[in-house]
Nanobody, 126 residues
Framework: QVHLVESGGGLVQAGGSRRLSCEVSGGTFSKYAMAWFRQPPGKEREFVSAISWRGSSTYYADSVKGRFSVSRDNTINTLYLEMSNLVPEDTADYYC???????????????????WGQGTQVTVSS
């Protein structure tokens, strides 16, 4: 059973930074493509960022490009999301997701991922 646990959420002022982590257990982390999605209050879940299993390819939503950075450490089974220049519109529950068979070109689609964490809340105050 693959288990994902996000951490690092909290309250941050606009313009500030935050790093989210996602620890994965119960599977072979190095074989999974990983992604971050978020769900703002009252809105649908949306893609934030993804990274290939080796970390050689990264993908970002236009809304976070240049401000967020995704990375992974396959030696400790952990995914990261470095967020900077945060704005109130970044307020959301952030989820990490994993799958070993994400189709190339479909990293932004939630239905490509079999495994999900419970989420961590990020609130950006203005």
């Amino acid at each position: 059973q693959v288990h994902l646990v996000e951490s690092g959420g909290g309250l941050v002022q606009a313009g500030g930074s935050r790093r989210l982590s996602c620890e994965v257990s119960g599977g072979t982390f190095s074989k999974y493509a990983m992604a971050w999605f978020r769900q703002p209050p009252g809105k649908e879940r949306e893609f934030v960022s993804a990274i290939s299993w080796r970390g050689s390819s990264t993908y970002y939503a236009d809304s976070v490009k240049g401000r967020f950075s995704v990375s992974r450490d396959n030696t400790i089974n952990t995914l990261y999301l470095e967020m900077s220049n945060l704005v109130p519109e970044d307020t959301a529950d952030y989820y990490c997701a994993a799958d070993a068979q994400v189709v190339i070109g479909r990293y932004a689609y939630p239905d490509e991922y079999d495994y999900w964490g419970q989420g961590t809340q990020v609130t950006v105050s203005s």
